[in-house]
């Protein structure tokens, strides 16, 4: 089968994109680079999935993780893919488009920018911290001012 893989990138400026085209019987799916669709985040498997063609010509999804993958918003560890289907693998999603230019499948991979929003998103549903504790800072600030002075001025003499 001969597959576009088209990397899609969001910037300020508009879309950019990547085209990569593949003739192999089958297109995989992982965090390990060697992969034809190399998704850099810690929830997808090393051999996430694995798209290949059924001998009648459609093109059909399995799951090698156990997670499995999204297919139009369903997990499932396998099923057919069409064109305008959006398939998720962890953070990416994968939108199946009309196969042109003597391609049996064109594959948009759109994979979101990770950095300070995710700490931010991360940051506000964290639930650690001194302020959810039963003492406040200065209540620790003088506990151990009063346990250095202890141990280093007065054990001493």
Same mark, same amino acid.
């Given at each position: 089968?001969?597959?576009?893989?088209?990397?899609?990138?969001?910037? %300020?400026?508009? +879309?950019? $994109?990547?085209?990569?085209?593949? /003739?192999? =019987?089958?297109?995989?799916?992982?965090? *390990?680079? @060697?992969?034809?669709?190399?998704?850099?985040?810690? %929830?997808?498997? +090393?051999? $996430?999935?694995?798209?290949?063609? /059924?001998? =009648?010509?459609?093109?059909?999804?399995? *799951?090698? @993780?156990?997670?499995?993958?999204?297919?139009?918003?369903?997990?499932?560890?396998?099923?057919?893919?069409?064109?305008?289907?959006?398939?998720?693998?962890?953070?990416?999603?994968?939108?199946?488009?009309?196969?042109?230019?003597?391609?049996?499948?064109?594959?948009?991979?759109?994979?979101?920018?990770?950095?300070?929003?995710?700490?931010?998103?991360?940051?506000?549903?964290?639930?650690?911290?001194?302020?959810?504790?039963?003492?406040?800072?200065?209540?620790?600030?003088?506990?151990?001012?009063?346990?250095?002075?202890?141990?280093?001025?007065?054990?001493?003499?």
């Amino acid at each position: 089968m001969r597959c576009l893989i088209r990397n899609i990138t969001r910037k %300020r400026s508009g +879309l950019v $994109h990547d085209d990569k085209p593949y /003739t192999s =019987d089958h297109i995989s799916i992982g965090r *390990a680079p @060697a992969h034809q669709i190399f998704i850099s985040d810690l %929830r997808v498997a +090393l051999n $996430h999935a694995r798209v290949t063609q /059924t001998p =009648d010509g459609k093109f059909q999804i399995q *799951a090698q @993780a156990l997670s499995g993958v999204r297919i139009n918003s369903e997990t499932t560890g396998m099923g057919n893919i069409a064109v305008g289907d959006v398939i998720g693998v962890g953070a990416c999603t994968i939108t199946v488009a009309e196969p042109k230019d003597g391609y049996d499948l064109i594959l948009e991979v759109e994979q979101p920018k990770g950095g300070a929003d995710d700490d931010i998103t991360l940051e506000s549903r964290s639930t650690i911290g001194l302020e959810n504790t039963a003492l406040s800072k200065r209540t620790w600030s003088w506990a151990l001012f009063s346990v250095i002075f202890a141990v280093f001025f007065i054990a001493p003499l």
